[in-house]
C-alpha cells in the first residue's frame, strides 16, 4: 500500500490539531471545525494489522480524542481469473 490521504470527521476541531496515528503526529491540514485531512506515510500501512487514529487539540481545553481503529490489510499478489 503507499501513502495517502486520511480524512477525519469529529466535531470541534481548531487550527492546531493535529491527528496521530498510533500516538506519532502526522501532518494534519484544517479543514473545517468538523474536518481534518492528514498525510499517511506509506511506511505508516507497510504492515497489516491495526492503527489507532486520535485527534490532538491545544490547549485550553485541548487533549486527546477518543481513538478509533484503522484496520490495514495485507495487498496480495496479483488478481485471480475466473
Not at 61 to 81: E, K, M, N, V, Y
Amino acid at each position: 500500500a503507499g501513502a495517502f490521504t486520511l480524512t477525519v470527521t469529529g466535531s470541534n476541531f481548531l487550527a492546531g490539531s493535529v491527528v496521530r496515528w498510533n500516538g506519532n503526529n502526522r501532518t494534519t491540514t484544517f479543514v473545517s471545525a468538523t474536518t481534518l485531512t492528514a498525510a499517511i506515510t506509506a511506511a505508516d500501512v507497510q504492515s497489516a494489522g491495526t492503527a489507532a487514529v486520535t485527534v490532538f487539540n491545544p490547549a485550553p481545553g485541548g487533549g486527546t480524542s477518543g481513538s478509533l481503529s484503522f484496520t490495514i490489510t495485507a495487498s496480495g499478489g496479483g488478481g485471480g481469473g475466473g
